[in-house]
């Protein structure tokens, strides 16, 4: 019995070694997959953000660099298969000219490409299409550009209840003056913001056809227009929604494409 106990003891020994050196060998093995996913995962986003900054310049706009996140993992599966779940765009510090000399400036121009195609040919060869199913993005714009817009003096915009709210004061004399504000009514026609205002309230308006008329004629002007600069993907806006903080702006665009000859 010592003879036999002597030959299994070494065995199982052996055994549980070569074990061992397997698992270990199978996690660097994974380690090192991992590494490589986020490695290729960062070099695809910096080069996404590379053409960008590209677009950006070409449609003579600025930001500072692009944030680009793939989401998504593993990363690699992606490459493969050729789709990709979603790509996510920040452009810090966004600003663009309108045709009318206006800069429009957004702190974040958020945008997210979903359904995206690119063949692996097409990363190999550098030849062929990336192109998104759809494109949306959203931005805030200061109430203060927005009432700069209207060259009215003293106007200031705001959000209540939902709604944006144009505020200001009408002299109707030297003594006198008149504090009033009106909702607005938001539309985008012909790719211009258009912004014009209703329901006047007004505080102590004297029965006067003369001071009335003047009232009138301040929320006339505080109607304005705002051009919408070229934006990168084709965006262009579907939605304007009066924030605290600001006129969020959601944009939108379909079958678009994101680089020639890969991302």
Do not use: W
């Not at 996913?37 to 950006?56: G, L, P, Q």
């Not at 660099?65 to 993992?73: F, K, M, Y």
């Not at 006047?200 to 056809?209: C, E, L, R, S």
């Amino acid at each position: 019995m010592a003879e036999v106990y002597g030959t299994e003891r070494p065995r199982r020994r052996r055994g549980r070694k070569l074990l061992f050196v397997l698992l270990t060998l199978l996690v660097i093995l994974l380690i090192g997959l991992v590494v490589l996913d986020r490695f290729s995962n960062s070099y695809a986003e910096n080069v996404i953000a590379d053409k960008v900054t590209e677009e950006v310049a070409n449609q003579k706009a600025e930001s500072s660099r692009p944030v680009v996140t793939i989401a998504g993992v593993p990363f690699l599966t992606q490459v493969l298969a050729g789709k990709y779940e979603e790509i996510r765009i920040e452009l810090p510090d966004f600003k663009a000219q309108t045709g009318t000399g206006e800069t429009v400036r957004m702190d974040v121009l958020d945008i997210r490409a979903r359904q995206v195609t690119a063949p692996l040919s097409a990363l190999r060869s550098g030849q062929g299409e990336v192109r998104a199913g759809t494109v949306t993005g959203t931005g805030t714009l200061d109430y203060g550009l927005l009432a700069d817009a209207t060259g009215q003096q003293g106007l200031q915009l705001a959000e209540k209840d939902g709604k944006l709210v144009g505020s200001g004061v009408v002299k109707i004399s030297q003594t006198q003056e008149i504090p009033l504000s009106a909702a607005a009514e938001l539309k985008v026609v012909d790719g211009r913001v258009q912004v014009r205002f209703s329901d006047v309230t007004a505080q102590g308006v004297p029965d006067n056809p003369l001071v009335r008329t003047q009232v009138n004629s301040f929320v006339e002007r505080m109607a304005f227009e705002l051009d919408v600069p070229k934006l990168p993907l084709n965006l262009v806006i579907q939605e304007l929604t009066p924030l605290p903080d600001g006129l969020r702006v959601t944009l939108g665009a379909t079958d678009v494409p994101l680089a020639a000859g890969g991302v």
